[in-house]
T-cell receptor
Framework: GAVVSQHPSWVICKSGTSVKIECRSL??????MFWYRQFPKQSLMLMAT?????????EQGVEKDKFLINHASLTLSTLTVTSAHPEDSSFYIC????????????FGSGTRLTVV | GQQVMQIPQYQHVQEGEDFTTYCNSS?????IQWYKQRPGGHPVFLIQ?????EVKKQKRLTFQFGEAKKNSSLHITATQTTDVGTYFC?????????FGKGTKLTVNP
């Protein structure tokens, strides 16, 4: 089945630094990927839709300058949290739709970010 | 915009009891999907329902899609501790899936 690989699984960084999270589709091409944020005991919050070769579409209230998304190829999307602060600590998950396989969205394993 | 509402938010059951989560959409859906997220894990696709009134079963899990294609339910018979997690329904929106807030199931052994 379709696999989405997400790295790193967890990261601890200092306030003010930037963190890059990668999401790769391993056995299919993903023209679109989705980035979510999930707080403890809460639901998935869609942050942005990553589009290969074009600008990402951000949801209302998500700072595009803080959460930089790049989708340079059909198999790789990256999310960079710039100038991270403790309030950015969260679980970030990417997903993609293999299209036409009727297997639903495939999610990455998630990245737990802790900013200290 | 389209909304997908899911209830209950939390459900705690004794092992062996049944469990049901309900999903309602503000609009008619072409399909509805269900996902399970284990504690500490990521959402995993369970099933997709497409037809009005469709019922699908996966072992102890029964999924239903309403006649009007605006609601759905997931029923688990005789819950086991392996069923713990959060169950999400999701319907297609404009170029993206719209997820319900999920129902967190805990099972007391």
């Amino acid at each position: 089945g379709a696999v989405v690989s997400q790295h790193p699984s967890w990261v601890i960084c200092k306030s003010g630094t930037s963190v890059k999270i990668e999401c790769r589709s391993l056995d299919f091409q993903a023209t679109t990927m989705f980035w979510y944020r999930q707080f403890p005991k809460q639901s998935l919050m869609l942050m942005a839709t990553s589009n290969e070769g074009s600008k990402a579409t951000y949801e209302q209230g998500v700072e595009k300058d803080k959460f930089l998304i790049n989708h340079a190829s059909l198999t790789l999307s990256t999310l960079t949290v710039t100038s991270a602060h403790p309030e950015d600590s969260s679980f970030y998950i990417c997903s993609a739709d293999p299209q036409g396989a009727y297997y639903g969205y495939t999610f990455g394993s998630g990245t737990r970010l802790t900013v200290v | 915009g389209q909304q997908v509402m899911q209830i209950p938010q939390y459900q705690h059951v004794q092992e062996g009891e049944d469990f049901t989560t309900y999903c309602n959409s503000s609009t008619t859906l072409s399909n509805i999907q269900w996902y399970k997220q284990r504690p500490g894990g990521h959402p995993v696709f369970l099933i997709q329902l497409v037809k009005s009134g469709e019922v699908k079963k996966q072992k102890r899990l029964t999924f239903q899609f309403g006649e009007a294609k605006k609601n759905s339910s997931l029923h688990i018979t005789a819950t086991q501790t392996t069923d713990v997690g959060t169950y999400f329904c999701a319907g297609p929106g404009s170029e993206k899936l719209v997820f319900g807030k999920g129902t967190k199931l805990t099972v007391n052994p």
